[in-house]
C-alpha cells in the first residue's frame, strides 16, 4: 500500500509539471526522494520544476532535467596527480575544505582518531567559504523547524568562544532591517514572531531615531527598524584556515589539490576512495563538497538531492569609507519572511572595508564567478542610497560566489540511509558560516557513531583547541609593534602600502600549519594585496618573497594554483633581483 501511496504522489508531480512547466518531464522515485528526467528549453525551466517538486513529502529533489543544447562542463580538477596517497588507512576522510569540512576536522580531532581532509584545489576556502560577506547572521531567516534556523542559532551562540580559540577576529556588531514605507512596519511582527520560534535573543523593533543614534549616517528616510544584536561580521576564509590549522596541530592530515574521481561500496559500505592521489581506505566518509555534494553523494550510490548553484554577485568598498557603519544593515522585502534568501545590503567587514551586495542569481555552472555589469550597477543604485556619503567612486572590485542550494532549501546534515559509513553535510548554503561551529558538531557526534561500529574510539588526550594566529602589526600598539620588529625585523619591511602588511607576515603565512605556494594563498592568510590598488604595488615583491622562501623560479608561482602563472618567464635582471 505504502508503494501504491508514493506511486501516486509522483504521478500527481509528474502531471503537473507537464502542464506547468515541459510536457517531455517525467519522476520516478528513488532513495525515498523524487527523481525528474527530460529535456527541458532553459535552466529556468530545470529550477522551476525542482522547486514544485520539492516539499511534498519526499526527503529530497534529484534533478536529472537536461537543457536543450547546454552542456555543463565537468568539475576543474588538479593537475596534480602521484600516488601519494596510494593505500593509505584513515579513520575518517571528509571530503571538502570549506569552512564546513575544516570544522568538522577539529571536531573530529577532539577524539583520538586518524583524521584526513581532501581538497581539489591549491588552498582551502577557495569557493564559497571565501566568496560571501563574512556575516555570522542571527538566525531570524530561515524557516522555522528547519535545520538551518537550528544550526544558525545555535552556531551563532557558539562564535565568540570558537574565534577566540582559533585567534580570528570577531565582532558581534548588530544589524538593523529598516523599514522604508510606514506599511512596511507591518512586517515588523512577522520576523518579530520568527525570532521568537526560531529562538534568536535580542530581537527589537526601534523607532527611526533610535536606529539614527546607532547608525547616524544613515538616510534618514525610513520609519522603523528591527535591531539584532547577536548578528557578527567575521573573515570567512580566515575562519576556515584557523579550523583546519588547529585540526592539523591536533593531528589531522590536509592533502590539497586531491579530488575524489570514484568510490568503491560493497554490502552498503565503502570501502576505498580512488584520487588523483592514489586511493584511500577509509572507516567513513563525510560528504562536506559543497557545490558537488551531490555528485559525491552519488558515487557512493546514495545521491537523493541535487545542487542548484545559485551566484550571488559582491561590491567591495574602499576602507576609508568603512567608518561609515558598524552593523549589517539591510532593506527588507515584502516577502522576504517566505523567501529561501535573505536579500541584500550593505556592511562592515572586520578589515575594516565595507561591502554591498548581495544578490542571487539561479545559474547552471557550478564553478562560474563571472559577475554581470548590470547586476552590480543595480547593487549600487539599490543599496549606496541607504549610506548617502557612499558613493560609486569608493568601488574597488567586485566578485561572486556560489551557493549549493538544494531544492529543499535546508541543510542535510544526518547519516546516510544506504550507505552506512557515510555522513552528509551538504546544501550548506547561506546561513552555512554562521552555522559551521554547531553543524560540525553533529557531524562530529554522527561521525563518531559511525566509527564506533566498526572500532574502539576514546577521547583525545592532547587536544587542544586554541591557535596562535599571523601577528597583525596594524592592530598593535606602537610600543608592542616595535618590541616584535626587534625580535622579527622581517615584520617592519612593508611589502603592501594599502593594507600595511609586512614581509614577516607573508613568510608566517608561507611556513604555516598547512603549507601554500600561491600568491591567493597568501592572500587569504593576511590580506596582501586586497587594498585599494588590489595588488598593483605589491604583487612582484609578494612573488620574490615566495620564491625565496618556496625555492621557486618566480615564473612557477601560480595566482590560484593550476595553470593561473603569473609571469610568462624571468628575465636575467629579475634573476639577479636588479
Sequence with gaps: MYGVEMSRRSQRIQQRLQQQVKPSISCREGHDSIILEGVVDNWAQVVRAGKQAAHQGYRGVVNRLAVEGLTLPPPRSPK?????LDGLHVDVLIVGGGVTGCAVARELTRSKIVVMLIDKEDDLATHASSRNNGIIHPGIEPHPGTRRAHFNVRG?????????????????????????????????????????????????????????????????DFSAALHMRSTGIISPYLLTIAYAENAVQNGARVSLETMVVDMKVREGRITAVRTNRGTVFPRVVVNAAGVYADTVADMAGDQFFTIHPRKGEIIILDRKKGHLISHVIAKPRLLQVKSDTKGGGVNRTVDGNILVGPNAVEQPFREDYSTDRDHIE????RYLPLVPELSPADLITYFAG???????????VERSQYVRNLVHAAGIQSPGLASAPAIAEEVARLTVNALGEVTQVGGNPT????????????????????A???????????????????????????????SVTSLDAVKRRVRVGMGRCQGGFCTPQVLRIIGEQNGEQLAAITKKGGDSFILAAETNSVRRGS
Design 463 to 482: 587536544f587542544d583547541g586554541h591557535r596562535q594566529g599571523i601577528p597583525e602589526p596594524e592592530h598593535m600598539t606602537w610600543e608592542e609593534r616595535d
Design 156 to 220: 551563532n551562540a557558539m562564535y565568540d568562544t570558537v574565534a577566540a580559540e582559533l585567534g580570528v577576529p570577531f565582532t558581534r556588531c548588530g544589524s538593523l532591517i529598516l523599514y522604508q514605507e510606514r506599511w512596511e512596519r507591518l512586517l515588523g511582527p512577522l520576523f518579530m514572531a520568527r525570532a521568537r520560534q526560531n529562538g534568536v535573543p535580542g530581537v527589537h523593533l526601534i523607532s527611526r531615531n533610535e536606529a539614527l543614534a546607532l547608525e547616524p549616517h544613515l538616510a534618514g
Design 378 to 381: 543595480l547593487m549600487l543604485r
Design 484 to 514: 616584535l620588529i626587534q625580535q622579527r625585523p622581517d615584520y617592519g619591511v612593508i611589502v603592501c602600502r594599502c593594507e600595511g602588511i609586512s614581509k614577516g607576515q607573508v613568510v608566517d603565512a608561507l611556513t604555516s600549519p598547512i
Design 402 to 412: 556560489t551557493r549549493p542550494a538544494t531544492y529543499e532549501e535546508d541543510f542535510i
Design 80 to 84: 596534480l596527480k602521484d600516488t601519494a
